[in-house]
């Protein structure tokens, strides 16, 4: 069960370390840890970033909700794509 529950952690954390960390670098990114202020992602970033998050969770972001409070950190970015996930869910 745990697995599941951090499996959009996971991918999201994949994501960062692959194209927001520099190459061959070993920090690891905990899932509370403020994306901007770590300097980790930023506003040309955060663009690329809502993309992959939009097409690899098959939801769509709307700009009312590009906020720094949606997008923070792994962790809060999670549970804004289980939100949306969820309101998606109910509507089909």
Do not use: W
């Not at 954390?13 to 670098?25: M, Q, V």
């Not at 070993?26 to 809502?50: C, E, P, Q, R, T």
């Not at 794509?81 to 509507?91: A, C, F, G, L």
């Amino acid at each position: 069960m745990e697995k599941s529950v951090n499996h959009i952690e996971e991918k999201l954390g994949t994501y960062i370390a692959e194209n927001c960390l520099p190459k061959n670098n070993s920090i690891l990114v905990g899932y509370d840890k403020n994306l901007f202020d770590a300097g980790i992602v930023d506003s040309a970033g955060l663009i690329s970033f809502i993309s992959y998050i939009e097409t690899e969770f098959n939801i769509s972001i709307p700009d009312v909700d590009l906020l720094p409070e949606n997008f923070a950190s792994i962790k809060t970015i999670a549970d804004y794509i289980r939100k949306q996930q969820k309101v998606i869910n109910e509507q089909a």
